[in-house]
């Protein structure tokens, strides 16, 4: 008989001097398993284990960088990730050097916090981090950006709207001042969420890919969390990025960032770089997944955003939209959920509320769908295909 187990991994950079930094954490019931990681689905279900889901508060944790990480640092391993600040996506003068304070000083990391497979992630060094910033955050003009999607209020009024082809415009001019960065700008244009997360930048040690060549990869550890809270080891691979380590310095994202899907490939991990890993993830996995804690709470998550009613107003609209999926369905308590995220924000204003009150209305109608039964999904990585798709064409 299978026994429930909720299906996670982990993202990591990993030196041999016994130095883990973690990346993020990802559903394993819906990340890619491609290459040499394709045998961890399989592994999982060969371990005896059946897919359990987590709570709607876990899930919001575990698929926004921004709570992942305040996550691990209120169990207290804040220490197993990157030095780091979630900020604003507001360009302001000061910003590159308020991020670099706060990183260290050294090359960086800049992600969307509800992007996966690598979508809008930007390495990029101290020298260019000024120029990066206001390609992601600013109009081609240098004026602080626009609503990327056209939003509607309670009272029926659209917002300010930047259309496909003024997002390819800007792609195309940050392309030319601050090397391949047309994708990620169109990732960041069309992002409702708004905060950003800058990390200082990690290396695992080099590890030899396919073509003989030395690469900076990410190792990726799957994991089972039994209902008992102990935390398994399901297996490991490396992610590569797209060129050998310390070649391609004129785009470093290409070098240190590996996606899920592209790149090089993947590669096998040996036994001992696992079990030196694990070492380290087994205790920090079971105090940080621990789904009888307060943080995993609706009550326990305001509290800890109390000072940040945005970022509890997208928290608590995945809470609710989570509260709707087949085995949950629980639609009062959804509706009871937006009620307070729309009460967190309702002092707020401007573009950045805008946005935020986009991702709640725009969940409002994902829940009302699904209590119909019309329940339509449109993965992001289709949705950006269509939009390059369209760019092209204008």
Known sequence: MEKPAYFGCVDLKYNRDGKVRVLEIGDGHTSGFTGSGAFMPRAFQKMGYGRQNV??????????????????????????????VVLKRTYEEGLANQVLEAVGGGHCVLKLLDRQ???????VSP??????????????????????????????????????????????????????????????????CPFFLAEALCESHLVIGRDGELYDGTLRVGFALESNGKVKPVGAYWKLPDTPAKQDVNDLSRSVVSHT???????????????????????????????SSERFTVGGLLEQLRDEPLMATLALSRVAAGLTVPGVQDFEEADEVLLLAEKAMAAEEGLLARMARSYVLRT????????????????AHTYMINVNIMCRKV
């Open 55 to 84: 709570t709607p508060v876990l899930d919001a944790v575990v698929e926004n960088k921004a709570l992942t990480h305040f996550a691990f640092v209120n169990a207290g391993f804040g220490g197993l990730r990157p030095a780091s």
């Open 364 to 379: 409002r109608g994902t829940v009302t769908a699904r209590r119909r039964g019309n329940i339509v999904t449109v993965s």
């Open 261 to 291: 899907h592209g790149g090089t490939g993947t590669i096998e991990c040996n036994d001992e770089d696992l079990s030196a890993v694990w070492e380290v993830l087994e205790g920090a996995l079971t105090s940080i997944l621990d789904l």
């Open 117 to 123: 497979r690598g979508c809008g992630i930007v390495a």
């Open 127 to 192: 020298d260019q981090l000024d120029a990066t910033l206001r390609a992601l955050l600013c109009s081609d003009t240098g004026s602080p950006a626009k609503a990327s999607t056209t939003v509607m209020a309670a009272d029926g009024k659209a917002f300010d709207s930047t259309h496909t082809a003024e997002w390819a415009a800007i792609a195309d001019a940050a392309a030319k001042q601050n090397g391949d960065l047309a994708e990620q700008v169109l990732h960041w244009k069309s992002d409702e």
